[in-house]
């Protein structure tokens, strides 16, 4: 078992289509799509900086190519807003800038699902435990979903999941984990299953798309067997470190929004807007007006 017991580097697998978003996913990332005023990505990457992560590695695919574009300097805006003394939204431009070099952008050149995903980044990452955030997720809470996982993580030095309980009747979408021995916010997992068969699941706890994973997980991603949906899971690479490793289940607390869902993006604009001083009163005259008196 590696002994680093800080986490520096995260993976953000950003290759997606996007295909419940057509028309607009046709043109412009899912992952650039906004909520309120900002792309999804920058709440995921946001989570990630408040959690420590020094280093962002991006897994794009093909038409991805103003996800870099956003995570880099506009020079010329920059130079503009400067000359017109916008200094309100340079500071925004400032804050949203990662620190030169501290970004990594590799391709997946197919979409074989998000186990290959993941291991695309196996030498960015080298020899040491990660995190993985997947960008469909928004996590809202007062202590960031990342940060959470990694009390786990400096507590076991084991790989940790966040995990939330769904109805039982959607179990059959996600990952699945077993519950065993509870320790404080996380529980050991003893099974993990990825998209069970209706009514097979061995709990209703999913994983919502935050892991931390020692790297010994890339000789099982290397394997690059199929599983649920003709795709590489990232979850049967999990299964098998499992014979190895020990693996917890955090049991997040806060809000998701499911960014990959229409309803899900919504809400989140909703929540977001309703939560900004500046657009409160205002949003929430206009979101009553719309819905009309009971
Ligand atoms: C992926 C993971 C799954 C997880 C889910 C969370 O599935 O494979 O284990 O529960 O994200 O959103 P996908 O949403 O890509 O089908």
Redesign the pocket.
Known sequence: MNETKTIRKAVFPVA?LGTRFLPATKAVPKEMLTVVDKPVIQYIVDEAREAGIEHFIFVTGRNKGVIEDYFDMAYELEATLKTRNKTAELEILDDQLPLAGSTTFTRQQAPL???HAIWCARDIIGDEPFAVL?P??IMRSKKGCLSQMLEVFRDTGDNVVAVEECPPELAH????VGVGKERGQAFEITEMV??PPKGKAPSNF????RYVLQPEIFRFLSMQEKG??G?I???DAMKKLMARQKFWAMKYVGETF?T?SKIGFLAANVAYGLSRPDLEAGFRAEIERLIGPK
Do not use: V
Not at 173 to 176: A, F, L, N
Not at 206 to 209: A, W
């Open positions: 997606g699902g998000l186990g997947l469909d997720m979408q996600y990952g699945i990825e998209k999913f994983i919502s798309g649920a949906g795709e899971q990232l979850t499911d990959g």
